[in-house]
T-cell receptor
């Protein structure tokens, strides 16, 4: 089934540890995004990539890094996790930039203790 | 950058009644306004969208209206059913943006439809 897959589904992580959230899509979409969802704050953009080989910072990039080595994969790395990074993380993709439907993964629930 | 405000944050209606969710945006360059529905434990899914050259769009029980002059757009759900219960997000996307055209989301509306 075509779509966007995130892993893991959930994770409990000790503060100070490094963690990579995985995101893979098989729709050959050019653009990919990472959002975090927190109660009362909605969806906030962390990082984005318009095409393979390029990335950019969103609204809340501090403490996170991304890479886009190929079209399909867009991993999000927390270099040294802190409790404020406890959140639900969503990866999304769009066929191109601009006015197109975004497809979301099922989310990764991360708890930093 | 774009700022999207969404109201109300929670909405409770009786089954069969209508529900209306309103959003305003700040960037006059925005030209794409989608609405997403998020069910518990799942990622958001597009339910309807509208572009700036259209004032209203309908799809069965849902409709979206856009007022570009006032910079606001609304989601209307008629004949609500319990399965409409979910969190709804509005979003706006500018034509040109330094953030790669990523969607700017409102904070969401939790809709509860009671039988």
């Amino acid at each position: 089934i075509a779509g966007i897959t995130q892993a893991p589904t959930s994770q409990i992580l000790a503060a100070g540890r490094r963690m990579t959230l995985r995101c893979t899509q098989d729709m050959r979409h050019n653009a990919m995004y990472w959002y975090r969802q927190d109660l009362g704050l909605g969806l906030r953009l962390i990082h984005y990539s318009n095409t393979a080989g390029t990335t950019g910072k969103g609204e809340v990039p501090d403490g996170y890094s991304v890479s886009r080595a190929n079209t399909d994969d867009f991993p999000l790395t927390l270099a040294s996790a802190v409790p404020s990074q406890t959140s639900v993380y969503f990866c999304a993709s769009t066929p191109r930039q601009g006015d197109t439907e975004a497809f979301f993964g099922q989310g990764t629930r991360l708890t930093v203790v | 950058g774009e700022n999207v405000e969404q109201h109300p944050s929670t909405l409770s209606v009786q089954e069969g009644d209508s529900a209306v969710i309103k959003c305003t945006y700040s960037d006059s360059a925005s030209n794409y306004f989608p609405w997403y529905k998020q069910e518990l434990g799942k990622g958001p899914q597009l339910i309807i969208d509208i572009r700036s050259n259209v004032g209203e769009k309908k799809d069965q029980r849902i409709a979206v209206t856009l007022n570009k002059t006032a910079k606001h757009f609304s989601l209307h759900i008629t004949e609500t059913q319990p399965e409409d219960s979910a969190v709804y997000f509005c979003a706006a996307s500018p034509l040109f943006s330094n953030s790669g055209y990523a969607l700017n989301f409102g904070k969401g509306t939790s809709l509860l439809v009671t039988p």
